[in-house]
Each structure stands twice: as structure tokens, then as C-alpha cells.
């Protein structure tokens, strides 16, 4: 079981040792590395925000009350000397397994089958010793847990990857409650990712492109890495002892003062951790990562930067060979307080036009993201951090250039993400929690790679993920800390993606007279569909419904339909059409 320990950088190690899972923050450096040019601050900023709520426990593995068995021979109820018989062989030995246990027998169905329950709860391991006693005894047949089940978020699909529940809150959040009066929503304040997995978990042809400090060894990472490059120019800086190359292992990128941050492994993590039921996962475990260094010991020059955002997508850089795996989406957890530069915006509309989507971080220094760069560069996506209430992270910064916020952490509850151990040079893989709008801004490249993976162009990304958003909430006893008006259309909320499951099917007979019905299904809260229905191309008008009825007009010609879903408030609706039918006999 991990337990999490803070330095005074708000990086927490996940060790796999201890049973308790606590999260304690020492009192944090502030955001030193915005001010003073690029790379975002490792850890979060000194938090001024009251808790609103106090955290419920993150659900562990299900519990075993007991133990349920049938007795065989067994029929009715009416069999009740049998029936007692049999319970007290069971009790008997439970309680020679060394089980304390609860009174009497129960019932579990009219006959044969019963349950006798543990004094309290056990793991499912310590109560697998007790089952098999019981087991043993003749006379008595299948045997099995009692496990315990609780009330649940409903997440569409559920990895088993174990820090999901435990600690990644800002993917789908299991706790529940009430905060300040708000009700959390399913999920929390995460971004929903899991919602959108019934449709995709990304393709593994959209590239995420990671421009950060570099790439180190992660087994959980490991299948989702293509190859990137170095573009730190300063050889001191890199500390590979060259300049750009097409290795971008991360060396480190301590200081006298801090340790090394493995911010770009982090970064990776929040986007693509395996889902392979170890550890923990990424918002889209379907997409591939693409790590180009350009943040190094001394942070990174806006030259480089943008020189990485150019190769990245694709362009030509003198010096370099092209990549061969070009990038669909830049991440960009980094930022200087100072303007754009007219050479950074080229290089973020040549990636546009090349039809990658650029995001980046908004800063975390709880200022208007208009003073930094390149948060303030025009056509990206500019990202603020909410913490696990909804609320606007209190080191995130806020404004007019920001388009949308998403779960950053704060020091209550960090991100958490895969990482290293090492202090200095790179140590061994573990995980490990920051907070900063560094962790917000790859959810929602993670977000536009899973649009990217379901068909959407570059702009239909960029005019999508500010839908895919939820409201802020408000809370009454900390109504400034409200991210409302402040960071944008909302807070991602992948819910709000209403997506086709797969493509939408037509049945019946394909003749004049005959009913056509269209099946489709999306991920998301939809609240209902349109249909358009084609004659060999054609718009029908007023076949609006999901069924249509062949006409002599058909006749010879191919129909297909297209869905589109609805929801309401803000969301993203994106529409299936089928394969044309047969001609109509
Ligand atoms: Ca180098
Ligand atoms: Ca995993």
C-alpha cells in the first residue's frame, strides 16, 4: 500500500510501503521559477484558502463481511435443523481459522444457501484463509466472500489501476460529499476522463508533445513514448554535455537549492500512464507521448522553446532531422513573466497551421495570465488550475487569456503522477504528487488528444474543448476563490463530450415499405439526438426521427443517417454518420 510524504516542494513520493494514505504539506516554496524566466514552479504556492472540506477517505478494495456458503441436500427452508446443523459446522470452523464472528446464520436465499458474517470486516486477503476452512468441510458447497458495497460514483468504466481511487482525484474523484453546502458532483472536480473512454482512450497515432525537462525510464511509459529531441541549446544547462541532440533523457535539473523536478515525467503521466491495472493512470492511456527537452538546469530560452514547438509539429528546424512522429498536440507547462515574443508566436501558429493544437499553463503566481508567456501568446489554449473543490487553485493565475481551467491540485490534495526518485541525476521510477497549473495544462492536452484521436480537426479542437466545461461552483464562505469569470468557459469536465461509442448503425430490410431504425449510442450526459436521414447523398426533408420508412422515392437509391447528440448548458457534441445501406429494393 503507498503512503505519501511531503518535502517542502509539495513532490510526495508514493512509496510502497506503510498502510495509510495521508497527504501532509509542510508550508511550500513559493513560485520562484515564474518570475525569474522559464519553468514552472515545481510544487504549489503557498496556500491563503481555508479547507472547505474535509476529504472522506478514498474507497479501498472492497471489504469481506463474511462468508456465504451452501449447504448441499439442503432444499427448503423448512430444512431448518439441517440448516443449523450446517451453521454451526461453519461457525466451528471459523472460528478454529481464527475468525472472531458475528451471531447466528443468515438467510441468503429460500434454501440452501446462507451467510455467517465476521465479528468486523476483513481484507479480502486476510479473509481468504477463513473461506477455504470452510470449504473444507463436507457437506457445505460453494463458498465465497461477502464483500461490502458502498455507494459509488458512477464512472463508466473503472481501471483497477490501484492509485486511481486513492489518490487521482483530478481523473474521476470516488469520494463523495457535501462542502460549504455544494454537492459534489459524480466524479468530483476532476476532468472526467473516464467518461470519455467508451469512446476512445486515444489513438495511438495523435502524438502528445511534451516540452519540458525530458523523458526518464517509467515502466509506465515506457509503450506510450515515441521518440523525441533535445533542444537545450546551453551545454551547461543540459547537462549531457552537448547542446540539442536527438536524445531527450532528462539529466536533472537541481540547483544548489532544489532538487531535481522530473517535471517532464510528471507532466507525461497526467497524460498517458498506462492503464494496465499497476500504479496509477494517465487522463488518456491511449495516446502517445513525445518528450522534447527544453527545460534544463537553468529553465529553458524562449529560442529554444519555440525552436521545439516548430520541430514538434513538424516543421523544419536548420540542424535537426525532421520528426518523424509530428506532434497533433503541444504541451506547454511553462512560462516567463514577459510578453509574447513575436518569434513565439510564429513558431505557435506555424504548429496551427500544421495542425497542431498548443496548450499551455497559465502560470502559477496568482496573477492575470496577460503578464506571462507564453500563456498570453495568441490562438493557444491557455490553462488555470482548480483545486479538488472546483474552486481557482490559489497560486493559479486567472483572466482574460485564460480559456479554460482544469484539476491543478492546491495544498490539500496534489496531483499525482509518474515520477523519480532521484535527487540529483535520475534515481528510479516511483510516483510522486505536485500541484500547479503545470499539472492542469495536460489534462486538457490529454482532452484534445482524445478529440484528435475521435476524428476533430485542429479548430474544431480548439472550438470544442472550451464547451467540454462545467460551471465553477460558488462556495458561500469563499466566494473570491471562485474560479468563476476569472478562468474561462469552465472547469474541463469530459462529460461534456457527447461522443458516438462507435459509429451509428441502420437495420432492417432495405426495401420500399419497410422501416429503417438507426442505433447509436454516445459517451457523456446527452439528453437527446438528431437525425438527418440521406437519399444517395441527399438531405430527406422531414425524416427527423430514428426510425424512416422506405417510399417509392427510394427506390434504387443508397440511405444512410447521421446522429447528432444533445445535452445541455455547455458541451460538446460530436456527430456519427453511417455507411449507406444497400440500394433500396
Ligand atoms: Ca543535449
Ligand atoms: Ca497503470
Redesign the pocket.
Given at each position: 500500500m503507498p503512503s505519501w510524504t511531503m518535502t517542502r516542494r509539495a513532490v510526495a513520493a508514493v512509496a510502497c510501503t506503510g498502510l495509510v494514505a495521508t497527504i501532509t504539506v509542510a508550508a511550500v516554496t513559493p513560485a520562484s521559477a515564474a518570475d525569474n524566466g522559464l519553468g514552472e514552479p515545481r510544487g504549489s504556492a503557498v496556500s491563503t484558502k481555508p479547507t472547505q472540506r474535509t476529504a472522506p477517505a478514498a474507497k479501498p478494495d472492497s471489504l469481506v463481511a463474511g462468508v456465504v456458503y451452501r449447504v448441499s441436500g439442503l432444499a427448503s427452508i423448512s430444512s431448518g435443523t439441517a440448516a443449523s446443523a450446517a451453521a454451526g459446522s461453519v461457525r466451528a470452523a471459523l472460528a478454529a481459522s481464527g475468525a472472531k464472528l458475528a451471531e447466528g446464520a443468515h438467510a441468503v436465499d429460500g434454501g440452501a444457501s446462507w451467510s455467517v458474517d465476521f465479528a468486523s470486516p476483513l481484507t479480502a486477503k486476510a479473509a481468504a484463509a477463513k473461506i477455504a476452512a470452510v470449504d473444507a468441510l463436507p457437506g457445505v458447497t460453494d463458498v465465497e466472500p461477502n464483500y461490502i458495497s458502498t455507494a459509488d460514483a458512477n464512472a463508466p468504466v473503472n481501471p483497477s489501476?490501484p492509485y486511481l481511487r486513492d489518490y487521482q482525484w483530478n481523473i474521476w474523484d470516488y469520494r463523495e460529499g457535501v462542502a460549504d453546502s455544494i454537492t459534489f458532483p459524480k466524479g468530483g472536480y476532476s476532468s472526467h476522463a473516464l467518461a470519455l473512454w467508451p469512446a476512445t482512450k486515444g489513438r495511438s497515432s495523435v502524438v502528445v508533445a511534451v516540452l519540458d525537462t525530458g523523458q526518464t525510464t517509467h515502466a509506465?511509459l515506457t509503450k506510450a513514448t515515441v521518440p523525441g529531441y533535445d533542444f537545450i541549446s546551453s551545454k551547461a544547462s543540459a547537462r549531457d554535455g552537448n547542446g540539442r541532440d536527438s536524445n531527450p533523457k532528462d539529466q536533472g535539473d537541481w540547483t544548489s537549492s532544489d532538487d531535481s523536478s522530473w517535471h517532464g515525467t510528471h507532466v507525461a503521466g497526467i497524460i498517458a500512464?498506462?492503464?494496465?491495472?499497476?500504479?496509477?493512470?494517465g487522463n488518456a492511456p491511449g495516446l502517445k507521448v513525445q518528450h522534447v527537452r527544453v527545460l534544463g538546469r537553468d529553465g529553458g530560452t524562449s529560442a529554444d522553446i519555440a525552436a521545439a514547438i516548430t520541430w514538434a509539429s513538424g516543421g523544419s528546424v536548420s540542424g535537426t532531422s525532421k520528426n518523424k512522429t509530428p506532434a497533433k498536440v503541444i504541451n506547454l507547462s511553462l512560462g516567463g513573466r514577459h510578453s509574447c515574443e513575436s518569434f513565439m508566436q510564429k513558431a505557435i501558429d506555424g504548429a496551427r497551421k500544421r495542425g497542431a493544437v498548443v496548450v499551455v499553463s497559465a502560470g502559477n503566481s496568482n496573477e492575470s495570465a496577460l503578464k506571462f508567456s507564453p500563456a498570453s501568446c495568441k490562438n493557444v489554449i491557455t490553462v488555470a488550475a482548480t483545486d479538488e473543490f472546483g474552486e481557482r487553485a490559489s497560486y493559479s493565475n486567472y483572466g482574460s487569456a485564460v480559456e479554460l481551467a482544469a484539476p491543478g491540485g492546491d495544498s490539500g490534495r496534489l496531483v499525482a503522477s509518474t515520477w523519480n526518485s532521484g535527487t540529483t541525476t535520475p534515481g528510479s521510477a516511483t510516483w510522486g504528487a505536485m500541484a500547479g497549473t503545470s499539472q492542469a495544462a495536460p489534462a486538457v492536452s490529454a482532452a484534445a488528444g482524445m478529440l484528435a484521436s475521435l476524428g476533430l480537426s485542429r479548430s474544431q479542437i480548439e472550438v470544442g474543448i472550451v464547451k467540454a466545461v462545467s460551471t465553477f461552483p460558488k462556495y458561500p464562505s469563499t466566494p473570491s476563490w471562485t474560479c468563476r469569470g476569472k478562468c474561462g468557459t469552465g472547469y474541463l469536465d469530459l462529460q461534456k463530450v457527447l461522443a458516438p461509442k462507435s459509429r451509428v448503425t441502420i437495420s432492417g430490410t432495405v426495401k420500399v415499405g419497410r422501416t429503417l431504425t438507426a442505433s447509436s449510442s454516445f459517451t457523456g450526459r446527452i439528453s437527446g439526438r438528431s437525425y438527418t436521414w440521406y437519399r444517395s447523398g441527399a438531405v430527406i426533408s422531414g425524416a427527423k426521427s430514428s426510425t424512416y420508412k422506405l417510399t417509392s422515392a427510394d427506390k434504387g437509391k443508397t440511405i444512410k443517417v447521421k446522429v447528432t447528440p444533445k445535452g445541455s448548458g455547455s458541451y460538446l457534441g460530436i456527430t456519427t454518420t453511417s455507411l449507406s445501406t444497400s440500394k433500396v429494393g
Open positions: 489501476d509506465q500512464a498506462a492503464h494496465d491495472g499497476k500504479q496509477g493512470i
